[in-house]
């Protein structure tokens, strides 16, 4: 881990490993970032090869909740495809749901 003035960076890679598959995960390398004195942190991800569903979401919501501002760095695109599928399901699931259908609609017919 390197540490500028206002900022450090962490390898994800060394500190959880190239394969971020579980929840737990995230709690130790958001630990290792609240203890940093800079309000900065670039989270490089080189050498990342998978991030599962759970750290994405995970790492999520822990970012969303860190009072640091992080960045991430060289992203792997499978990495930046899960974020981007976790945090548009977050979207989805944050909004009302649709309307009931109308009373008039007959039993039989099936949605598709």
């Known amino acids: 881990m390197a540490q500028t003035?206002?900022?450090a960076h962490?390898?994800?890679?060394?500190?959880?490993?190239r394969l971020l598959m579980i929840r737990g995960t995230?709690?130790?390398?958001?630990?290792?970032?609240a203890?940093?004195?800079?309000?900065?942190v670039i989270l490089d991800f080189s050498g990342v090869e998978f991030?599962?569903?759970s750290f994405a979401d995970e790492y999520r919501i822990a970012k969303a909740k860190c009072p640091k501002q992080i960045e991430e760095r060289n992203t792997p695109p499978i990495v930046v495809?899960?974020?981007s599928l976790v945090s548009q399901q977050a979207s989805l699931a944050g909004k009302?749901?649709?309307?009931p259908e109308p009373a008039n609609r007959p039993s039989h017919v099936i949605p598709l």
Request: glycine share 6%; no cysteine; hydrophobic share 40%.
């Open 5 to 7: 003035a206002g900022e």
């Open 10 to 17: 962490i390898n994800v890679r060394k500190v959880a490993g």
């Open 26 to 33: 995230v709690d130790p390398l958001f630990q290792r970032i």
């Open 35 to 40: 203890r940093l004195a800079t309000p900065r």
């Open 51 to 53: 991030m599962s569903r």
């Open 81 to 83: 495809q899960m974020m």
């Open 96 to 99: 009302k749901s649709p309307s």
